[in-house]
């Protein structure tokens, strides 16, 4: 079945420093989307890629698409400490009609202050 | 900023006991979801409802499961003989259309089965 793989599961990191967070899918994507988990809460909506190759931009976080729509990354610059938290990239299902995402395992942030 | 609220936070119940989880989404969204989280582990799909029927679910979603839309704004999850394993969170999410532009998810019930 689909799978979508997330590297590294987690990453400690100085506060100051960039982080990067790569998603790899087994199956082209219509589209990817990012979510943040902060410890103890729920996945919250980041962004959503759609076209091939797209960078988007929210601040110090930069997201891109592949060119092939089966990978992903999320980077952030200069990571503070309201970064901590648990990265989840998520595709839609390959299935015909199909309405589920499909979560990546996620990598877990830690910003050493 | 619309919530999707979900009750309780916090489900003890003894194994074999039936739990229902409740959850109001957004208002203007269609299209309702249950994920479950095992701690430390990745968000996997239960189930999705739309138009007042069970649209797609995984194979997680055994017959000891069950959604409801009893009332235009509740939606509830129910295992009927709850397992050891079922311990979990379980998220309710919903969205205006399928598959894009992001769920909302609640914040969650932590179901722990003794």
């Known amino acids: 079945g689909q799978q979508v793989m997330q590297i590294p599961q987690y990453q400690h990191v100085q506060e100051g420093e960039d982080f990067t967070t790569y998603c790899n899918s087994s199956?082209?994507?219509?589209?990817i989307q990012w979510y943040k988990q902060r410890p103890g809460g729920h996945p919250v909506f980041l962004i959503q890629?759609?076209?091939?190759?797209e960078v988007k931009k929210q601040k110090r976080l930069t997201f891109q698409f592949g060119e092939a729509k089966k990978n992903s990354s999320l980077h952030i610059t200069a990571t503070q400490t309201t970064d901590v938290g648990t990265y989840f990239c998520?595709?839609?299902?390959?299935?015909?009609?199909?309405?589920?995402?499909?979560f990546g395992k996620g990598t877990k942030l830690s910003v050493i202050p | 900023e619309p919530e999707v609220t979900q009750t309780p936070s916090h489900q003890v119940t003894q194994m074999g006991q039936e739990v229902i989880l409740r959850c109001v989404p957004i208002?203007?969204?269609?299209?309702f979801y249950w994920y479950r989280q095992i701690l430390g582990q990745k968000v996997e799909f239960l189930v999705s409802?739309?138009?007042?029927?069970?649209?797609?679910k995984s194979e997680i979603f055994d017959d000891q499961f069950s959604v409801e839309r009893p009332d235009g704004s509740n939606f509830t999850l129910k295992i009927r003989s709850t397992k050891l394993e079922d311990s979990a969170m379980y998220f309710c999410?919903?969205?205006?259309?399928?598959?894009?532009?992001?769920?909302?998810f609640g914040s969650g019930t932590r179901l722990t089965v003794v």
């Open positions: 208002s203007n969204h269609l299209y």
């Open positions: 999410a919903s969205g205006r259309t399928p598959r894009n532009y992001g769920y909302t």
């Open positions: 199956t082209t994507l219509s589209n």
């Open positions: 998520a595709g839609p299902h390959s299935g015909a009609g199909s309405y589920q995402l499909t």
């Open positions: 409802f739309y138009n007042n029927e069970i649209s797609e």
């Open positions: 890629l759609v076209k091939s190759g």
